[in-house]
């Protein structure tokens, strides 16, 4: 089929990409030209694994095309696909400004029947809105369906999510418009639940708060672990086997970042709000989000008093591994807190060091590697769980640190390991390991 995209972010990409790949005629439109000679060189402008190669093998197959012109890239295209960012507004609700210039470039641009299928993550009843910008202007002889196909990819796996889906998603107000997008889909071999237009916006919004909401809720438990002195790991891992449970999003740690749980969070307690329902479960979620970060740097606080000249080793700063995306990354308001009370900090990623120095404080150092961040260091910080951070041999703290305290907020060690070691090891719903063993950092007065 020939299909078009309109937005080269993570969504929009990696869709077009994987749709070439499953043998579709793809043009993946952006107004950003920079943006579009990179890509025409299959270069993907977002690091994901695995999607540079499959960009190249598809270009060079024919089958994947980059331009930013709107005429020439929904130039006889069946299916047109929406994947441009609903960024959060200040009152929490979904910016649709994007979407709805592709709805007026659509409704200016195409010239022949299509189904629009909107991709990014929309308020209810978006879908509708967005019929009626395209028909507004439109010629009377061209036939516009519309679908909603919501996407569930994650960054840093999002080609891998593409081709192993658990589901695909169709909302249409017609079988035989669902039934042209599970043809699409076909080759993914992916099951499809198909439904209306509404209901398949709100799965996604849905779908999002109730991860975020397994990851606050043991994120509580964790903080009730801690006092208790039981373990979270255990406790999640105890409650995984049941399979109306399940282990996935049970880790416990600093709080859930990223572009899509904060802002679809904050989206659908706005979305309940709007047919006056209050979501209070939502807003608490949320609530306790925000203050498993507050908490970490308290507990630093607790062991040092005075952060003031402490040299604070910062591994990781992505909002999760395999991503250099900064938003929203627990790392933000950690570091930036710490910094601003004197901490002097160095901070290492293994790729997210360039997105975060537009975005730290200017007064924190960076580090190409993770013995060179620790060496001389008064704490060891541990933000985001890359591989290469869980793999740390614990010598390299002792051997390097000036102080081997180490404060994981991504349970990133086994407390086993750590017990063998001379580690001083604070994390998240876990008994503490060698309590104030380095006397000579400053200890609390009770
Ligand atoms: C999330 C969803 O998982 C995708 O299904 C969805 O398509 C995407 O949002 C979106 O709406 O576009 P993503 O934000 O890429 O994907 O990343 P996740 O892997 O879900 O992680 C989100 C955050 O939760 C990260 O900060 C991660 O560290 C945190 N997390 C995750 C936990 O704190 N604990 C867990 O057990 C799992």
């Known amino acids: 089929m020939k299909i078009s995209v309109v937005g080269t972010g993570y969504v929009g990409l990696v869709t077009g990409v994987c749709l070439a790949e499953i043998g579709h005629d793809v043009v993946c439109i952006d107004t950003d030209v920079q943006k579009i000679h990179k890509m025409r060189r299959g270069q993907s402008p977002i690091y994901e694994p695995g999607l540079d190669d499959l960009m190249t093998k598809n270009i060079q197959e024919g089958r994947l095309y980059f331009t930013n012109i709107h005429k020439e890239g929904f130039k006889d295209s069946e299916i047109i696909f929406i994947a441009v960012g609903t960024p959060q507004l200040p009152d929490g609700s979904a910016n649709l400004n994007f979407i709805e210039n592709v709805a007026q470039d659509i409704s200016t641009y195409v010239a022949n029947d299509a189904i629009v299928v ?51 998603v169709i909302g249409t107000d017609d079988v035989e418009t669902a039934d042209i997008l599970e043809k699409m889909y076909a080759p993914l071999n992916i099951p499809v639940f198909k439904t209306d237009i509404s209901s398949s916006e709100m799965i996604k919004y849905a779908s999002n708060a109730f991860l975020a909401t397994k990851i606050s809720f043991i994120n509580e438990i964790s903080n009730i672990c801690e006092k208790l002195g039981a373990n979270v790991e255990d406790v999640a891992n105890g409650m995984g086997y049941d399979k109306r449970i399940g282990r996935n999003f049970l880790n416990a740690g600093i709080g859930y970042g990223g572009s899509c749980f904060p802002k679809d969070t904050q989206a659908l307690v706005q979305i309940a709000g709007g047919v006056e329902h209050d979501f209070k479960l939502l807003k608490s979620v949320i609530e306790v ?93 541990i933000v985001t769980e890359w591989d290469e951070v869980k793999s740390i041999d614990l010598n390299v703290f002792k051997n390097l640190m000036n102080t081997p305290i180490v404060f994981d907020g991504r349970n990133c060690f086994d407390l086993d390991l750590i017990e063998e070691s001379d580690i001083e090891y604070y994390s998240m719903g876990r008994k503490t390991i060698n309590p104030y063993k380095y006397t000579h950092i400053q200890q609390p007065t009770f």
């Not at 909107?118 to 967005?130: A, E, L, M, Q, R």
């Open 118 to 168: 909107t991709k990014s993550t929309v308020p209810v009843g978006t879908n509708y809105h967005i019929q009626k910008i395209i028909q507004r202007n439109i010629a009377d002889d061209i036939k516009i369906r519309i679908a909603s196909n919501p996407e569930f990819l994650r960054e840093g796996s999002a080609v891998q999510d593409t081709f192993n889906g658990d589901r695909i």
């Open 289 to 381: 989000n925000n203050s498993q970060q507050k908490s970490l740097i308290e507990k630093i606080k607790h062991r040092v008093q005075n952060v003031k000249n402490i040299k604070i080793a910062a591994l990781g700063l992505a909002f999760k591994p395999n991503t250099d995306d900064m938003r929203e990354a627990a790392s933000i308001p950690i570091l930036s807190s710490l910094a601003e009370e004197g901490a002097l900090i160095t901070a290492y990623d293994p790729i997210a060091i360039e997105n975060a120095m537009d975005i730290l404080p200017s007064n924190i150092q960076y580090s190409n590697s993770i013995k060179k961040t620790l060496e001389g260091a008064d704490i060891a910080l």
